[in-house]
């Protein structure tokens, strides 16, 4: 997997530049190549939702290696996504991420 990182270094060095130094420096685009991962999902129903929704940010190991969490703290995390990272899970697949984050990573 292969992430262009143009758009943020360049806005962080514009950011960054001290103001005596002149015109701010906007480095060139960074690409990072990340290795597979080959992990998938359980099955379950709400899987789909977490595909459309989650793995454009996230691997799918990263998420299954998060802690347990209730519902709530599950819910949380998902409203945190989308306000402060502006995530673009659509709101109709909320409740069906949240419900299938508890059932695979929910306190038991």
Same mark, same amino acid.
């Given at each position: 997997?292969s992430i ?16 005596? =130094? ?24 709400g899987v ?24 709530? =703290? ?9 306000? =402060? ?13 949240? =419900? ?9």
């Open positions: 997997m262009r990182i143009g758009y943020l270094a360049a806005l962080m060095g514009v950011l960054a530049g001290p103001a005596w =130094a002149g015109a701010p420096q906007v480095p060139a685009s960074l690409s990072v190549n990340l290795p597979p991962d080959s992990r998938t999902f359980p099955a379950g129903k789909q939702a977490m595909v459309r929704n989650c793995t454009a940010c996230h691997s799918v190991g990263m998420i299954l290696n998060q802690p347990r969490m209730p519902e709530a =703290a599950w819910a949380a995390e998902v409203a945190k996504m989308q306000a =402060a990272f502006k995530a673009p899970v659509q709101k109709a697949d909320v409740p069906a991420i949240v =419900a299938y984050l508890t059932a695979i990573k929910g306190t038991k």
